[in-house]
Structure formats: structure tokens, C-alpha cells
């Protein structure tokens, strides 16, 4: 490759802390909260994942683009994180099955990324001082600009953000003859949820962040999904009623990540900001019950208060994050609703927790009419 002379390019951190780095190319600047993901593959799936919608998302991987892109490995249309730091950004790729390169990718969409970042100095600085919001530009070095677009960014707690990335209108995936019928409330659905689903034998019609409990049981659905997604739980109340009619009229409910947040608010659970999050593909997790580990996909800056769900006496936790023992998954007592903190569906990998869509499959199994 013929070397290039690359702009300068400019972090600066909601405290004041900057970094600096180069542009790959493309000029703008983006505004987000800053997070950091621990995955070495998957780049494609986490940029266009829902969840981190609003965040500049910082690779720790020291290689990104190295392998291209391909629609395949898109969890939504188009790009959802703010902007991208990596430490070097490969232009060129190898991999027979990619049909662009990530720069190409990027352009189509006026995509903001910059490289050769201290990306190491960078994830230890925001390990310490925790998650904030951040700014990154290729256009200008203006401090007191770029600190202005700062003051103005709100806060990550309390954001409603599920509005941002649903669908607007209801549309259904998969065979309309096949076995099962699932209603899925997309507050940031992936791709690769639906795929599990279809490939259980399931019709799945999927439903706007605040379609209510009659419109999606007009779908005489079997069961009902609450899908991930980003920002804040605490301010979608249409989805913790429709979970807790859901709940109340006790239909089988399965909840992934923002969807389980918002089943034990419906409960009266709370939950609370993390510090930093959890963000990667290897985050270990022990199933309570069967007493196994997992080995998981993770992306979530919200947690259910473990100590809430212990306090309730109508909610078991399943599951445990062995890294800081917060809550990871839980079931009602007596009711057919699961939930989980993590991503069963986790593409590319790993796919330890895909156990979770068949206990979902046998609990419609149970329930439905002979």
C-alpha cells in the first residue's frame, strides 16, 4: 500500500482529557457517550448492532477492517454507533467472502472513525474514571468548540433512545406456516434474534418500540419476545405495561437485554447506570440453576439492582456475571417469563447461551393448546 499523509484527528473527553490520532478519511466530527468493546472479531456486527446506538464505540482489538465487510454480518440497516476509535485501521483486507472494504463501507455512509489512537491508554483511563460522554473530529482542533458540543450532549441516564431505532411499521419474518407464532416488541432488534427464532419453526411479526399489549396480541401470537436495545430502561413505560400485561395474564415472555431490564421494572424492580458496562464476546456468566458457566456476548450499559430481585420473593435469579457477580438473567416464580442480561443470539459467537431460545420454544410448547 503507498503510504498516504493522514489528518490529524482529535478525542476530547467530557473531563477535558484529550487524545489525538489520525483521520482514515473521512471528514466530520461525532459526539456519543464513549465505551469500549474487549471482542478480536465481529467489528461489522457490533457497529451495526441497535444497543450501542449514541456511543462512540473504542476497539481495544489492535486490528480493525483487516477482513472487509459483507451484509451478512449486518444486525440492523446501516451503522448505529456515533463514531469509531481504533488503534490501526487496516485499508486493505483479505477474506474471499467480503465484498467491501470497511473504508468503502464507512464512505457510504459519511461515517466518521479515527486511528492510531492510544487505545490502551485510552480503555485504561475510561476503566478508572468510568463512562462519559466524548467527541471525536477530523475537521477541526477548536477546543472550545469541540467542548461546547460536549456541554450539549445529554446524559446517557435517564435517554430514551428504543424511538431512535425501531421500526416505524409492523412487519413479520419467517414462514407464516410454520409452528409457532412469536410477537416481538423491537426496542432495538437484531437481526440474528430473528434468525434464532425463524430457525426454531417460529412466524415472527415484530412490533414498534410502543405498540401495545391489544396490537400484538391481535397477531394470536403463541408467545412474545422483548428485544435489546439502547439508552435508558426507566422511560419506556408503554413496553413495562405491555410487559406487565403480558406478565399478568401469564403468557409466555422472553426478554434479552434492554427487554429484561424492562420486565423487572414492570415488576417493580429497579435498575441502575453502570459504572463502565460490560462490552465483548468472552464476559463469563454461571448458570444458577445447572450450575455450568457460559462463556457470552455482552453490550450493556444498564443493569437490574441484584439485590432488588433478591428483596422481591417473586423473582428467582438464574444467572450471575462472574466478573462482578451482577445480575444476569432471572425468571418469575410461577409465571412463563425468562430473562436475560446478555446475548443469547451473540453473532458471531459465542454461542454457549442459544440453550435460552429453545427453553423458550418449550415454554410456548407447554402452554399452547393441544
Do not use: W
Not at 477474506?95 to 487505545?119: M, W
Not at 474514571?129 to 477548536?142: L, Q
Amino acid at each position: 500500500m503507498k503510504y498516504e499523509s493522514r489528518k490529524k484527528a482529535i478525542l476530547l473527553l467530557k473531563d477535558g482529557t484529550q487524545f489525538e490520532g489520525k483521520s482514515i478519511g473521512i471528514e466530520g466530527t461525532a459526539v456519543g457517550e464513549i465505551c469500549f468493546n474487549t471482542g478480536t472479531t465481529g467489528y461489522q456486527e457490533i457497529f451495526t448492532d441497535p444497543s450501542y446506538f449514541g456511543q462512540l464505540m473504542v476497539t481495544t482489538n489492535a486490528h480493525i477492517g483487516n477482513y472487509g465487510t459483507t451484509p451478512d454480518e449486518q444486525e440492523s440497516e446501516g451503522i448505529k454507533i456515533s463514531g469509531l476509535i481504533c488503534r490501526n485501521f487496516s485499508f486493505d483486507y483479505s477474506r474471499p467472502k467480503a465484498e467491501e472494504s470497511l473504508l468503502e463501507y464507512f464512505r457510504k455512509q459519511n461515517f466518521v472513525a479515527i486511528s492510531d489512537v492510544d487505545t490502551r491508554a485510552l480503555v485504561r483511563y475510561i476503566r478508572d474514571k468510568g463512562a462519559m460522554n466524548a467527541v471525536i473530529s477530523t475537521e477541526t482542533d477548536d477546543m472550545e468548540a469541540l467542548q461546547k458540543k460536549l456541554d450539549a450532549i445529554p446524559s446517557m441516564e435517564g435517554l430514551e433512545l428504543a424511538s431512535k431505532v425501531s421500526t416505524r411499521e409492523p412487519y413479520t419474518v419467517g414462514d407464516p406456516e410454520a409452528r409457532f407464532k412469536v410477537a416481538a416488541l423491537d426496542i432495538g432488534i437484531k437481526k440474528n434474534i430473528l434468525k434464532n427464532l425463524v430457525k426454531r419453526d417460529c412466524y415472527v411479526k415484530v412490533f414498534p418500540y410502543d405498540a401495545t399489549f391489544e396490537e400484538l396480541s391481535a397477531f394470536e401470537p403463541d408467545g412474545y419476545f422483548l428485544s435489546n436495545g439502547p439508552g435508558d430502561p426507566v422511560p419506556l413505560k408503554e413496553a413495562q405495561y405491555l410487559a406487565k400485561e403480558i406478565i399478568d395474564r401469564d403468557l409466555p415472555l422472553f426478554g434479552i437485554c434492554l427487554g429484561h431490564q424492562v420486565i423487572a421494572l414492570s415488576q417493580g424492580v429497579s435498575t441502575f447506570k453502570m459504572f463502565n458496562g460490560h462490552r465483548g464476546i468472552n464476559h463469563p456468566v454461571k448458570n444458577l440453576l445447572t450450575g455450568k458457566g457460559e462463556i457470552t456476548s455482552q453490550n450493556h450499559g444498564f443493569v437490574v439492582d441484584r439485590k432488588s430481585v433478591e428483596e422481591h420473593g417473586g423473582i428467582e435469579m438464574t444467572h450471575e456475571h462472574l466478573n462482578d457477580l451482577t445480575l444476569a438473567g432471572m425468571r418469575l416464580k410461577g409465571k412463563k417469563c425468562f430473562s436475560v442480561q446478555y446475548h443469547p443470539e451473540a453473532s458471531p459467537g459465542p454461542n454457549d447461551a442459544s440453550y435460552l431460545f429453545d427453553q423458550f420454544i418449550e415454554m410456548i410448547e407447554t402452554a399452547k393448546p393441544a
